[in-house]
Antibody, heavy 117, light 110 residues
Framework: EVQLVESGGGLVQPGGSLRLSCAAS????????MNWVRQAPGKGLEWVSY????????YYADSVKGRFTISRDNAKNSLYLQMNSLRAEDTAVYYC??????????WGKGTTVTVSS | QSALTQPASVSGSPGQSITISCTGT?????????VSWYQQHPGKAPKLMIY???KRPSGVSNRFSGSKSGNTASLTISGLQAEDEADYYC??????????FGTGTKVTVL
């Protein structure tokens, strides 16, 4: 079964850091581009970051540029999001997503990040 | 990276048809036939309903259809059913961004 499972969410103070992980299974992880998408409470979906299959191409939304770092370990079938200098507005459910907008898209169930003092 | 514009809410009675619009720009919706639509029930992950403007993934009801004209894409749900009540989001490829989502539309079945 094709599956993405996010982990690493939790409560963190403003200015703090958190590292999210996404474990992939059921498909050849190294062949796929991956993304992080988030959804603040009661709000819409927001694309956060993209990484190519090899990791050589990376993009970020302006709202997280300079604070978040996406990476992947194809040997471990894992995707990561290092989040630094966290702000209240980063509070959201963070989804790991394969190939959004394509027929082969897959989403995890999400992990919740809460930034609060 | 501005979000695509969708109506906040659309409603209809069972059996009726409704259409949700998704307006972007010439840099996203207008430039690529890579618009998708997602359905999201409360507390759940988004589910792909339409991809590449008008294609349906396997298992999605043919009551869902998509189209595009210029910078505006549309999702039509025909024969509205109670289980269609959910939030709907459009998403477009946008080049180097590379994805931009819509603001979301809450569909209510009266």
């Amino acid at each position: 079964e094709v599956q993405l499972v996010e982990s690493g969410g939790g409560l963190v103070q403003p200015g703090g850091s958190l590292r999210l992980s996404c474990a992939a299974s059921g498909f050849t992880f190294s062949s796929y581009e991956m993304n992080w998408v988030r959804q603040a409470p009661g709000k819409g979906l927001e694309w956060v970051s993209y990484i190519s299959s090899s990791g050589s191409t990376i993009y970020y939304a302006d709202s997280v540029k300079g604070r978040f770092t996406i990476s992947r370990d194809n040997a471990k079938n894992s995707l990561y999001l290092q989040m630094n200098s966290l702000r209240a507005e980063d509070t959201a459910v963070y989804y790991c997503a394969r190939d959004p907008i394509s027929e082969t898209d897959v989403w995890g169930k999400g992990t919740t990040v809460t930034v609060s003092s | 990276q501005s979000a695509l514009t969708q109506p906040a809410s659309v409603s209809g009675s069972p059996g009726q048809s409704i259409t949700i619009s998704c307006t972007g720009t010439s840099s996203d919706v207008g430039s690529y036939n890579l618009v998708s639509w997602y359905q999201q029930h409360p507390g759940k992950a988004p589910k792909l309903m339409i991809y590449e403007v008008s294609k349906r993934p396997s298992g999605v009801s043919n009551r869902f259809s998509g189209s595009k004209s210029g910078n505006t894409a549309s999702l039509t749900i025909s024969g509205l059913q109670a289980e269609d009540e959910a939030d709907y989001y459009c998403c477009s490829y946008a080049g180097s961004t590379p994805y931009v989502f819509g603001t979301g539309t809450k569909v209510t079945v009266l």
